[in-house]
């Protein structure tokens, strides 16, 4: 259960239960719908852009704790940076999530996005865990068509 | 147009009284009829032993196999078939003239018949092989189907189907210009039998329903539906890939005219499955892959093809498959369904009883007909993370929309949990799954 543990941290399922910035933006210019076809996990992203930067971001979400808290704990870390910061960090989540089960990532250079290193112990979830940041880079490219992450 | 009115036609030809008290009653499990338990001692502690895969323990746990309705493990008399056929009988049917060949043919033929004496239809001639339930419907759809439907035709299905009894027949009436028409389900998730009768119209070409819910394990009262669509003259396809495996099926006694399994879901092999047709229709259908082996004469002006069912078996087919197959028809009639069905009705109504008394925990279907399936949904808990932690318990359910998108959108849900039954399970396994349900529950009720 250790593993779990890991996983199912508090902060995670604190996020799950109340997440931050969760409903629709009002004055949104970007946005994109995710979709999980594996699961039927649904994800709506809805941002705020200005000068290239990401002045405000909300989310609406059907789906698991994963997913959910992933997209919540993202929108904390999003808001304020730059559109390229933004795809920069989601290159840099993605390798935390996806590194071998049991090596250690170095924490420290994760911050907030840290509590997901439990995902790299379950790969059949590490599509939940990056659903909001597939969603987030489709609507910062601007792409009409559902994302999905198969 | 007049419609068909199935309540008066069959005021004509019988009591009308005694059917409809008949299909209000909902009480036709072929299987309890000729149930004869007592006959042969049930053992399952000696069926594990046939299972070489239930030895093994996942996550330091002992392997609890809860999720039978997408495959069922093998038994070693199927394992052993498969090696046996490849390590001293392979080759190509049909056409060798050589020992080996001779070998393999008959052994292929004789799972035809093998198939065709377990659901009892007329004559192996009626037994098609194909891949799987799937390709069995995709093959009736485009070969009845174009042969068949019209523009304005109608083709009705139900709520609760699996998406391999929907989306091929989307595809056939969005060619033909046909209209797909839903039986509705009740809250319990049983079919509502009253809307069906409006359903039938001189205008419905086929009637196709699943005969086990893949995600509710509602049994529908498939020889009713049967008998209202025959009143007018409409034939009936039965998806039975959650049938065959739980409940005696009998296609002369159901009449059904089209029948449909997968060899995976009864302990045989993927990449085999049935198609049963009523042998005057499948001769009437053109074919539907053409290449070897489904031919009488070639030539570039004109092809004649062999009769069914090797006119619908172009090029060489899953052999080993097949052999699989009847390996496990073999196994599966020498433990009986007699004794099959008491066992698995007896884990269905223990799982449901267990996992009713979880407060938190809510059952989706709870149909009084049922069958080796339990579907339920947890407060505020996803199906996907209470099947991770789970899995952490060496416990395997599916979780998910169970390919019947339709059945959630009917239930409000975006996915749920499902622990279905196969002979081999036991009551210790549902007793792991309802702690390990606990165990989420814990997860996810600490708080900071």
């Known amino acids: 259960m250790d593993e779990i543990k890991e996983l199912y941290q508090e902060i995670i399922l604190d996020h799950n239960k109340n997440p931050k910035n969760y409903g629709e933006l009002e004055n949104y210019n970007y946005t994109s719908e995710g979709y999980n076809p594996l699961c039927g996990d649904r994800l709506n992203i809805y941002l705020q852009i200005e000068d290239q930067k990401i002045k405000d971001i909300r989310f609406v979400a059907s789906g698991c704790a994963i997913s959910k808290a992933s997209a919540s704990v993202m929108t904390t870390v999003l808001k304020g940076k730059s559109i390229e910061e933004a795809k920069e960090l989601f290159k840099k989540f993605q390798k935390l999530i996806t590194t071998n089960a049991g090596d250690e990532p170095d924490f420290k250079e994760y911050g907030k996005l840290a509590v997901f290193a439990g995902v790299r112990e379950f790969p059949t979830r590490v599509k939940c865990a990056s659903l909001g940041w597939h969603t987030v880079i489709a609507a910062l490219e601007d792409k009409n068509e559902m994302v999905t992450t198969e | 147009m007049a419609r068909c009115d199935p309540a008066r036609a069959i005021e004509k030809k019988q009591c009308s009284g005694c059917l409809i008290m008949g299909l209000l009653t909902n009480d036709f499990r072929t299987a309890e009829k000729e149930s004869k338990a007592g006959d042969r001692k049930f053992d399952v502690d000696l069926i594990r032993e046939d299972f070489p895969i239930l030895r093994q323990m996942v996550h330091g746990k002992p392997l609890v196999y809860l999720d039978n309705a997408a495959t069922t493990q093998k038994p070693q008399r199927v394992i052993d078939a498969i090696n046996r056929y490849y390590s001293a009988q392979n ?204 031919i009488n004469s070639v030539t570039f002006e004109n092809t004649t093809f062999k009769k069914a069912p090797h006119k619908f078996e172009a090029g060489t087919p899953n052999i080993a498959g097949a052999i699989g197959l009847s390996a496990a028809l073999d196994y599966l009639q020498n433990v009986g369904l007699e004794n099959i069905i008491p066992h698995e009705t007896d884990l269905v109504n223990y799982a449901s009883q267990a996992l009713s008394s979880i407060r938190e925990l809510k059952l989706i279907g709870t149909a009084k007909n049922k069958a080796s399936v339990v579907s339920f949904v947890i407060d505020e808990i996803h199906p996907h993370d209470i099947g991770t932690i789970l899995d952490r318990e060496g416990i395997a359910i599916r979780t998910g929309h169970h390919c019947t998108q339709p059945v959630m959108q009917r239930f409000g849900v975006p996915a749920t949990s499902r622990a279905s039954f196969a002979l081999y399970n036991t009551r210790d396994e549902i007793d792991a799954l309802v702690s390990g349900i606990h165990k989420v529950i814990k997860v996810f009720s600490t708080r900071p």
């Open chain 2, 91 to 294: 080759s190509n049917i049909h056409r060798g003239v050589y020992y080996l060949s001779e070998i393999a043919t008959e052994a292929y033929e004789t799972s035809r018949k093998a198939v065709s004496q377990f659901i009892n239809t007329k004559s192996p001639n009626e037994i098609v092989f194909v891949r799987g339930a799937t390709e069995a419907i995709n093959l009736v759809a485009s070969s009845f189907g174009k042969a068949n439907v019209q523009p304005g035709d109608e083709i009705i299905i139900s709520h609760m189907e699996h998406h391999s009894n929907i989306v091929p027949w989307q595809i056939l009436c969005e060619e033909r210009g046909a209209t797909l028409r839903i039986i509705p389900i009740n809250d319990r998730g049983e079919l509502i039998l009253e809307e069906y009768k409006k359903l039938l119209s001189e205008k419905t070409k086929l009637v196709s329903v699943v005969y086990v819910s893949n995600s509710l394990g509602t049994i529908n009262p498939v020889k009713k539906i049967i008998e209202l669509a025959h009143q007018c003259n409409i034939p009936v396809l039965l998806d039975a890939a959650q049938a065959v495996q739980h409940l005696q099926v009998d296609v002369q006694e159901l009449d059904c005219d089209f029948l449909v399994f997968s060899g995976h879901k009864i302990y045989g092999p993927t990449g085999i499955g049935i198609l049963y047709a009523k042998e005057e229709i499948l001769q009437e259908m053109p074919p539907y892959q053409g290449g070897g082996d489904m």
